[in-house]
């Protein structure tokens, strides 16, 4: 696996790198496989234990221009592998079957996760709306919290067409911001970037086994790594951006959980101790 490895990033705020550290603590115990990089920016000061945790490191300086989530679609060249899966920093693996989908994922020079869309709400704006300013057929809703790419020329040109198009609309496109209003939303620009070059998600989930999925909205979770359990239930629709569980219930068992905001916190922090004194 030596040319496969997960890129974490740590831009910002000093919490970053401490949750990328309780990340790469998942991913060394679960997957001990493949290599870890950590993306920072010139602030970045390693600790005592990251040689250990980090294989390689890869400086991304800041640029005004891309604010906080932004800097994920500037990733490409930061990478020192032939294929990477990116994940958020506020994310744990906690099954060990994350084999298949970098199988799935080795098919597509880019592959994430997610639905075509053309009509609904997403992210506090109007989907059939942005489409006809855009003149975009669809997009594609998704979370971009796990994602992956090849270091070939097909991703080289998605991601240099991505961040030219970001560029050139990030003053003229209308919607809700991301994180509290700190920055917009990197998932609009991919998933409008998706349906401007006709490209589909590499699909969802294998029975209810899935890729990634969030604890917000969650209900009922189980997460037992040291037993490979990692079960959630979530409502299968929302209104207005809230979850609806009149709708009914999905049950996911994801590889990796993406605790959205750090919640909830107990069980974060339970588990990131469990994998630090794993290693230990």
């Known amino acids: 696996m030596g040319n496969e490895g997960y890129l974490i990033l740590a831009m910002g705020r000093v919490e970053y790198a401490d949750m990328a550290r309780n990340l790469a603590a998942s991913i060394r115990v679960m997957d001990a496989t493949r290599r870890i990089c950590l993306v920072h920016d010139e602030a970045f000061v390693a600790g005592k234990r990251d040689a250990r945790l980090f294989d390689d490191f890869s400086l991304l300086r800041s640029d005004p221009r891309y604010p906080g989530v932004m800097n994920k679609i500037r990733l490409f060249p930061a990478s020192p592998y032939q294929r990477t899966m990116f994940v958020d920093a506020d994310c744990l693996l906690l099954k060990t079957d994350i084999d298949r989908y970098w199988e799935l994922a080795r ?46 020329s097909g991703a080289a040109g998605f991601f240099a067409g991505l961040n030219a198009f970001y560029l050139r609309r990030k003053d003229c496109i209308a919607f809700g911001l991301h994180h ?44 037992k790594p040291e037993r490979g359990i990692a079960v959630m239930r979530k409502p299968k629709q929302s209104v207005f951006g809230r979850p609806n569980p009149l709708g009914g219930w999905d049950r996911l068992s994801p590889s990796f959980v993406h605790f959205v905001g750090l919640r909830p916190s107990g069980e974060y922090k339970r588990l990131a101790a469990y994998f630090h004194a794993k290693l230990a």
């Open 107 to 152: 098919e597509h020079p880019f592959a994430i996760t997610g639905d075509r869309r053309t009509h609904g709400q997403w992210k506090g704006v109007d989907i059939a709306t942005l489409l006809a300013q855009e003149r975009a057929p669809y997009l594609v809703q998704m979370n971009s919290g796990v994602f992956c790419f090849d270091n070939g």
């Open 180 to 223: 509290g209003g700190r920055a917009q939303a990197d998932e609009i620009y991919i998933g409008l970037w998706m349906g401007l070059n006709g490209l589909d998600s590499c699909g969802r989930n294998f029975g209810e086994n899935s890729w990634m999925a969030s604890t917000w909205g969650a209900f009922g979770m189980t997460l």
